[in-house]
């Protein structure tokens, strides 16, 4: 279906938009409660390129709050198949201040 959607075929395009309207009206309704800045769409999906964004766009602008539909920036994932692995260390390296200061603080002895 990508490959089709990538050479023009209408009907591919066609398939991919629907899926990007019904996967935004999800979003819509959970960025109305968590109003996020981005949604960024990985894995398989996120190569499915514009014609799926063009949907979950268009989705999101109708069904979301209107401040909420014009600040959240819909885009594809960049980092492929090391998102996961790259989002781990972020975590890792984000907390590591804050879990050793919770560890001198509880056991008052450096780690």
Excluded at 21 to 32: Q, V
Excluded at 65 to 90: F, K, M, Q, S, Y
């Amino acid at each position: 279906m990508l490959e089709l959607s990538r050479t023009g075929d209408v009907g591919a395009r066609r398939v991919l938009g629907d899926a990007g309207r019904a996967i935004g009206r999800a979003l819509a309704d959970l960025s109305n409660c968590l109003n996020p800045e981005v949604v960024v769409v990985g894995g398989e999906l996120g190569r499915a390129g514009e014609p799926l964004l063009a949907g979950i766009r268009e989705t999101l602008d109708r069904y979301a709050l209107p401040g909420v539909a014009a600040a959240v920036d819909v885009r594809a994932a960049v980092l492929g198949d090391r998102a996961e692995l790259l989002g781990a260390l972020a975590l890792v390296i984000s907390d590591t201040d804050r879990l050793s200061s919770a560890h001198l603080a509880a056991t008052g002895a450096p780690s």
